[in-house]
């Protein structure tokens, strides 16, 4: 672990209040897996000094990871990885209007040069954009990687121990 186990190493970013619903799925699964985060509200066009600031601060303040859900016209996670080069991972949260293909194709068409990791939409996005950030950290952090493996195996038990899908 890292010598202050409180310091965050993962940034857990949205644009919105409104995105909580899809990024707390990143956040339950950064915490069921022991990973030191924070969480704010960072809003690419309505706050965008905030972000400047975030961004700009984040390797110094020892985020190892920053992960950035968005909806609709989703500059945010472009715009953070345009400012620092601790790794973004994107999550685009599904918008009402066209049901995050929007947000989806605003994270991940990103020009060469400055690169975001791009997850699925949704729920599903964020739990794995927290998996795979763990996954980066797991190297330098062992009980990250123990919690990582032990997540995976029950996955595979779970399904393993109930492969009849006629059985409830
Ligand atoms: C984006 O606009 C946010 O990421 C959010 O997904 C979307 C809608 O925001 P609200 O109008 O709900 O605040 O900036």
């Given at each position: 672990?890292?010598a202050?186990?409180k310091?965050?190493?993962?940034?857990?970013?949205?644009?919105?209040?409104?995105?909580?619903?899809?990024?707390?799925?990143?956040?339950?699964?950064?915490?069921?897996?022991?990973?030191?985060?924070?969480?704010?509200?960072?809003?690419?066009h309505?706050?965008?000094?905030?972000?400047?600031?975030?961004?700009?601060?984040a390797?110094?303040?020892?985020?190892?990871?920053?992960?950035?859900?968005a909806?609709?016209?989703?500059?945010l996670?472009g715009?953070?990885?345009?400012?620092t080069?601790?790794?973004?991972l994107?999550?685009?949260v599904?918008?009402?209007?066209?049901?995050?293909?929007?947000?989806?194709l605003?994270?991940v068409?990103?020009?060469?040069?400055i690169?975001?990791?791009?997850?699925?939409?949704?729920?599903?996005?964020?739990?794995?954009?927290?998996?795979?950030a763990?996954?980066?950290l797991?190297?330098?952090h062992?009980?990250?990687a123990?919690a990582?493996?032990?997540?995976?195996?029950?996955q595979?038990?779970?399904?393993?121990?109930?492969?009849?899908?006629?059985?409830?």
């Amino acid at each position: 672990m890292a010598a202050n186990p409180k310091q965050a190493l993962v940034g857990l970013v949205m644009g919105s209040r409104s995105d909580w619903e899809t990024m707390q799925h990143a956040a339950s699964r950064l915490e069921a897996l022991g990973v030191p985060f924070e969480v704010r509200v960072v809003s690419a066009h309505r706050t965008p000094d905030v972000l400047f600031d975030y961004a700009a601060a984040a390797q110094s303040r020892g985020l190892r990871a920053i992960i950035a859900g968005a909806g609709g016209a989703a500059h945010l996670p472009g715009m953070l990885a345009a400012k620092t080069a601790v790794p973004v991972l994107g999550v685009p949260v599904q918008s009402k209007a066209l049901n995050g293909m929007d947000s989806l194709l605003s994270i991940v068409q990103m020009p060469a040069g400055i690169p975001v990791a791009t997850f699925a939409i949704g729920n599903a996005g964020a739990s794995n954009a927290a998996l795979f950030a763990a996954a980066m950290l797991a190297s330098d952090h062992v009980d990250v990687a123990q919690a990582l493996s032990a997540f995976r195996q029950r996955q595979s038990d779970e399904v393993a121990g109930n492969d009849d899908p006629r059985v409830p």
